[in-house]
């Protein structure tokens, strides 16, 4: 509490007092030596995290820890493992020893790995299996946990009732819903939530209650199935915090620009305040190849209304899974929209970091411009892109419309060439 109050600006009672309310989660098993705890919630800075992880058809340890790097590099405040090929065990042990920020999972995942390769389908899979997948991730050191609680028969019912142009596109949503109607019964995350508070409880993971049934298409958007999860989510949000145990709940999804603020306060007010964690959200279905910025767009929205973290989207998302090169990508969209919401949200080191660019482009200071940018590699690329004579870039040179009128006033501001 007393490092993220100093990182935030906060005094530590104040933080004390969000993570009691449950306004706020810290992320931060005790078995992970995590040298950065973040805070997430109200009246903290709004937060980014990166998702990395193998599929069945690409990656490797070393692709997976240099997708790390790459996180770490550009400032993701937190990642997730959501490898679902190779020695799954091995690659997020090797991430938490890699990883000095909070670390999340899926656990479902290597559930349904494991049940394919032991038992042949996902289906066969028994509550013992995922609950015994939950604690050992819990084990390693796993800080925060993405488990879809809210998927149960009446949602499905209401799936089937209703119809969707897009059905579910979440995959632990999909993992569960295909177990809950081959064995018919109801979600074991659901129905045993005790047994999976008193894991939480033990290893201090913090629940990140997941949202399978999150639009996958704007025609879904914010529908009756959606809602229906989130009315059970809010449910189980008070009883996390009775058990004592940091929850946040996720949202989705495709969302078109007119429905982020309500979204955010429909969770607000049925979670009672609980920190949000949005993917995206995407404000529009056709970008392939550039949904990074349609989720930057709507994430900007969400953070300003109220949410709290950030799920990046990458280049790649809807088409291949990402490259380290999406990563950064990813990243960087999802920190401009964070650092959006964050001045709208009167984040008082958001403003200050924009005065300062400002003043660095007034005083055509380029060494502090770069420093101060989101990417210095990159800005000092496009600045050294093309020659220029004089102090001004290559835009304008010598018709630059700062130097101009500093000329015609008679200002002299203290250069600092390149």
Partial sequence: ??????????????????????????????????????????????????????????????????????????????????????????????????????????????????????????????????????EQQAEDGVDFMTVHCGVTQKAIARLRNQGRLTNVVSRGGAFLIGWMLHQDKENPLCEQYDRLLDIAVRYDVTLSLGDGMRPGSLADATDRCQIEELLTLGELVERARTAGVQVMVEGPGHVPLDQIVANVQLEKRICKGAPFYVLGPLVTDIAAGYDHITAAIGGAIAAAAGADFLCYVTPSEHLSLPDTDDVREGIIGARIAAHAGDIVKGVKEASNWDREMSIARRNLDWQEQIRLSLDPAKARSLHDRFGTKGETCSMCGPYCAMALVEKSLGITVARCAL
């Fill in 1 to 134: 509490m007393e490092l993220v109050a100093g990182t935030e600006g906060l005094s530590p009672e104040s933080v004390r007092q969000g993570l009691a309310e449950g306004t706020m989660v810290i992320p931060a098993n005790p078995r992970h030596s995590s040298l950065n705890p973040c805070g997430i919630g109200k009246g903290l800075r709004t937060k980014v995290n990166a998702n990395v992880g193998t599929s069945s058809d690409y990656g490797m340890l070393e692709t997976e820890l240099e997708k790390v790097r790459i996180c770490l590099e550009y400032k993701a405040d937190t990642v997730m493992d959501l490898s679902t090929g190779g020695d799954v065990t091995a690659i997020r042990r090797a991430m938490l020893l890699s990883c000095p920020i909070p670390l999340g999972t899926v656990p479902i995942y290597q559930a349904g790995i494991e049940a394919v390769e032991g038992r042949g389908a996902i289906v066969d899979m028994t509550a013992d299996d995922l609950f015994a997948v939950i």
